[in-house]
């Protein structure tokens, strides 16, 4: 339901060009959700001339009681194709103008997001932890890296960046996964199946 219309305003409201491959972080703000590795490739990747902007889409750990050390205020003040959105009850508007979802997490419960994303037809790269290896196939729905790696990172995102054919193959998939084995009706019909097994026992 996401017309052109609708993400060029999204992208016209964030100054991003039509050119522009977006990549996006949906999540807590924080280190051990990769963040500073995420900034480091996506440094990399501007200062190697590619044509990219990075989203940074949840509350800040700071804002949840945390205490972390990154500052983004200084970081978007210096680069403006660093954009922190912040906490929104609608992540979908902004994975709706977005290429790649980046999650270089060092834990994660199962990554819900990584399947919101591939409903919109987004690839993941993401780091090969508990969790994630569940969400996302390496190599088929996305590319899994090391965590806290930061050129590992940087050589999944030029590959998907130099071969957007690979890209729009991997999205295909992961939407087609997502749908297939990921659908709410069929997840909340197994779960309710899982309850009566157990009431039986």
Partial sequence: HWSMSMRQEVR???????????????????????????????????RMDYDVDLLLVGPHDQDCGGNSSIDLNDATKQCSRLHYIGYTECPERYLAVSNILCLPSYREGFGTVVIEAAAMGLPTVGTAIY????????????????????QALLGALKRLLDHPDELNRMGTVARQRCFQYFDANEVNEKVAEEYLNLLKT
């Fill in 12 to 46: 016209n409201i964030l100054n991003i060009s039509v050119s522009s491959k977006v990549l996006i972080f949906v999540g807590r703000i924080s280190p051990d959700k990769g963040i500073v590795e995420l900034i480091a490739a996506f440094y990399e990747l501007l």
């Fill in 131 to 150: 969790g994630l290896t569940d969400a996302v196939i390496n190599g088929e729905t996305g590319i899994l890296v090391p965590p806290r790696n930061v």
